[in-house]
C-alpha cells in the first residue's frame, strides 16, 4: 500500500468518525488492517495494539499524528458523502447486503437539515419509502450508488472501516409497510 491509499484509508476513516459513525475502538482495526497491507507507521502500530474498549483520549493523539504525517484533514460535506458513498460501495461490491437499496439506506444516515450534502440529502429523501407500498421509488438510483468508482483501497481496509456503518443496515429485509 502507498502513502496515497495510506492517506485514503485514513481520510474516509476520519470522515466517518467525524459523522459518529467509527467510534474510538474501531480504530484498532482499521489500525490492524493497515499493518497487514504492509504500512509501516509508529502511530498506526500503536493504534492497532489498543482495546477495543478504548476511548477517544487514547486514540485522538496517535490518529492526530498519523493524519498529520499523511496531509489528512477532513474536507467539506459533499466531498465527505462522496468518500463514504465510494467505501460503501466497495463494500457493497465485495459483500453484498440481504436488504433492497442499501447504499440509499446507508447514506440517509448522512441527510439532516445541517448536513449540506446534495447525495445525502437525495439519499434521505428516498429512504423514507423505500419498505412502503405507498411510492414507487426509483432503483437505479441505487444501481448509481453501487457502480460509484473505487476509492482502492484492499479489501480489508475496505471493511475494517465500513464495518461500523454495514452494521445500522437491518438484518433482513423489513415488511412493506403503509407510510403514514
Do not use: N
Not at 428516498?126 to 457502480?147: H, P
Amino acid at each position: 500500500m502507498d502513502d496515497v491509499s495510506v492517506r485514503t484509508a485514513l481520510l474516509v476513516a476520519k470522515v466517518a468518525e467525524s459523522h459518529g459513525v467509527l467510534q474510538p475502538g474501531d480504530w484498532p482495526d482499521v489500525a490492524v488492517s493497515l499493518l497487514l497491507e504492509g504500512i509501516e507507521d509508529p502511530e498506526i502500530a500503536e493504534l492497532a495494539g489498543l482495546s477495543r474498549r478504548v476511548s477517544g483520549w487514547d486514540t485522538e493523539p496517535l490518529v492526530a499524528a498519523a493524519c498529520e504525517r499523511y496531509g489528512v484533514s477532513v474536507p467539506g460535506q459533499d466531498e465527505s458523502a462522496d468518500l463514504v458513498a465510494r467505501l460503501m460501495a466497495d463494500d457493497l461490491r465485495a459483500r453484498p447486503a440481504v436488504v433492497t437499496a442499501p447504499m440509499i439506506r446507508l447514506m440517509a444516515r448522512f441527510g439532516s437539515p445541517d448536513f449540506d450534502s446534495d447525495l445525502a440529502s437525495r439519499c434521505l429523501a428516498v429512504e423514507e419509502y423505500l419498505d412502503c407500498d405507498c411510492a414507487e421509488v426509483d432503483l437505479e438510483f441505487e444501481v448509481e450508488l453501487q457502480s460509484m468508482p473505487t476509492l482502492g483501497l484492499p479489501a480489508p481496509v475496505v471493511q475494517a472501516v465500513a464495518r461500523s456503518l454495514r452494521s445500522t443496515l437491518p438484518t433482513a429485509q423489513p415488511p412493506h409497510r403503509h407510510h403514514d
